[in-house]
């Protein structure tokens, strides 16, 4: 009836992807080959609808729900979690009926939001927490896992709004990241390594700070290494688009690691071909005034 086996299964198998990918998987070769439950391959989501119940399933709730990267603003974030709109036509439908009965079985659901074509950002485990009739809308929150996995929802109000703030802000990273990797043409800005599971999105001016928008001129791809370098002021971006190595890392002789450091001292970076999509000069002097003062 809750189909709670396919879900923990459904679950454990994201858990792989997201460890291997992070938290957008990509639709092609990744969420596309489904999982397999008693021998059978099971779709993750439709991609063409938003509200899915996979036809493996005995029990009448949806198994995800989704909002396309063409039409995002159907949904709304809210405090309180993800407002989502029914399908479009009758309530009675067969999309909109295992929706509602996802909220009446207070069953596990993933929710996957589009971040760019082809790639989706996943959230579960999600409840529908309240039909908004009205409105024609649900109300998606959080839930958490418990120290075995299981999924429950949140009983204590503070945690859950916490969790609330926890998933918008790894969503938006997730945004964030769909935008500016993009742009540098899936390569680190500094070492052009082309390996989209080790790069980063990082911000030049923090999100929290003036001028710390969370778009392209205010973002550099980054490989993993040199995203935690530039975080920490070991590596900065000169407003020249020039990278500089702090002094205390080149003095330092340590083996051939550091020369993945050392070596691109006083070398430009890789700029995105579009003008409009380059760093901008201005947040970029803000963030080397930083890198200047700690080194
Ligand atoms: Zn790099």
């Known amino acids: 009836?809750?189909?709670d086996d396919l879900r923990s299964v459904c679950f454990l198998t994201l858990d792989a992807l997201r460890a291997q990918h992070g938290d957008e998987l990509p639709y092609k070769d990744v969420l596309a080959r489904g999982f397999t439950w008693r021998n059978r391959r099971v779709p993750f989501l439709n991609g063409q609808k938003g509200i899915y119940r996979a036809a493996a399933q005995t029990?009448?709730?949806a198994l995800s729900v989704m909002t396309s990267v063409n039409s995002p603003y159907d949904d709304e974030e809210?405090?309180?979690?993800?407002?989502?709109?029914?399908?479009?036509g009758?309530?009675?439908?067969?999309?909109?009926?295992?929706?509602?009965?996802?909220?009446?079985?207070?069953v596990p659901?993933?929710?996957?939001?589009?971040?760019?074509?082809?790639?989706?950002?996943?959230?579960?485990?999600?409840y529908v927490a309240e039909n908004l009739p009205s409105e024609r809308r649900v109300r998606l929150e959080p839930g958490r896992r418990t120290p075995m996995g299981s999924p429950r929802p949140f009983e204590d109000v503070v945690e859950r709004r916490y969790a609330v703030v926890e998933r918008r802000v790894r969503?938006?990273?997730?945004?964030?990241?769909?935008?500016?990797?993009?742009?540098?043409?899936?390569?680190?800005?500094?070492?052009?390594l082309r390996e989209e599971r080790l790069l980063d999105a990082a911000h030049i001016v923090g999100d929290v700070e003036e001028r710390g928008q969370a778009v392209v001129p205010n973002g550099v791809s980054l490989c993993s290494i040199h995203h935690r370098a530039f975080d920490q002021d070991?590596?900065?971006?000169?407003?020249?688009?020039?990278?500089?190595?702090?002094?205390?890392l080149m003095e330092d002789e340590d083996g051939p690691m550091l020369e993945v450091l050392k070596r691109f001292h006083r070398q430009r970076i890789h700029l995105p071909s579009r003008p409009?999509?380059?760093?901008?000069?201005?947040?970029?002097?803000?963030?080397?005034e930083r890198f200047s003062t700690a080194g």
Not at 90 to 106: I, M, W, Y
Not at 110 to 118: H, L
Not at 174 to 187: E, Q, T
Not at 278 to 286: G, K, T
């Open 234 to 248: 070991l590596i900065g971006i000169s407003p020249d688009y020039d990278v500089h190595v702090s002094r205390a």
């Open 78 to 88: 809210t405090p309180d979690g993800f407002l989502y709109a029914y399908r479009a």
């Open 109 to 126: 659901i993933v929710y996957y939001v589009g971040t760019r074509p082809g790639r989706f950002h996943t959230m579960y485990p999600t």
């Open 171 to 192: 969503l938006h990273q997730s945004r964030f990241r769909g935008i500016v990797l993009p742009a540098y043409d899936h390569r680190c800005t500094i070492c052009a």
């Open 90 to 106: 009758s309530v009675e439908g067969a999309d909109n009926r295992a929706l509602l009965e996802a909220h009446h079985l207070q």
């Open 59 to 61: 029990g009448p709730a």
């Open 1 to 3: 009836m809750r189909d």
């Open 276 to 288: 409009s999509q380059r760093p901008d000069r201005e947040r970029l002097a803000v963030r080397f």
